[in-house]
């Protein structure tokens, strides 16, 4: 059975970075899209990073919100996930989830997935 787990979340100032991992187990996702999504208090889901599975060309997709901030990456011998968050703002607090696609390539909106993690917490405060 596959799961996904997050680490990595906590608490940090305004222009702090945290980095976000996610371990997956009970099946290898290398071929499949991986994306992050969060869920602000009051607001809905929203994927905000989306990274190819092995065969896909190009670079990773981002919402505009975070683009130039964050990075995804991966690692698929590790079966791992990577949120790097740099400059944060009180409106990146978040619980943040790891997602896995049942399709190859990240193409338009972030959504359409598949299996998650529980997520982890990230709040933003002076």
């Known amino acids: 059975q596959l799961q996904l787990v997050e680490s990595g979340g906590g608490l940090v100032q305004p222009g702090g970075s945290l980095r976000l991992s996610c371990v997956a187990s009970?099946?290898?996702?290398?071929?499949?899209?991986m994306a992050w999504f969060r869920q602000a208090p009051g607001k809905e889901r929203e994927g905000i990073a989306c990274?190819?599975?092995?065969?896909?060309?190009?670079?990773?997709t981002y919402v505009d919100s975070v683009k130039g901030r964050f990075t995804i990456s991966r690692e698929n011998a590790k079966n791992s996930l990577f949120l790097q968050m740099n400059n944060l703002t009180v409106d990146d607090t978040a619980v943040y989830y790891c997602a896995a696609a049942p399709y190859y390539y990240c193409a338009g909106p972030i959504d359409g997935m598949e299996h998650w993690g529980k997520g982890v917490l990230v709040t933003v405060s002076p």
């Open positions: 990274i190819h599975g092995s065969g896909g060309v190009g670079g990773p």
């Open positions: 009970g099946y290898s996702l290398d071929v499949f899209a």
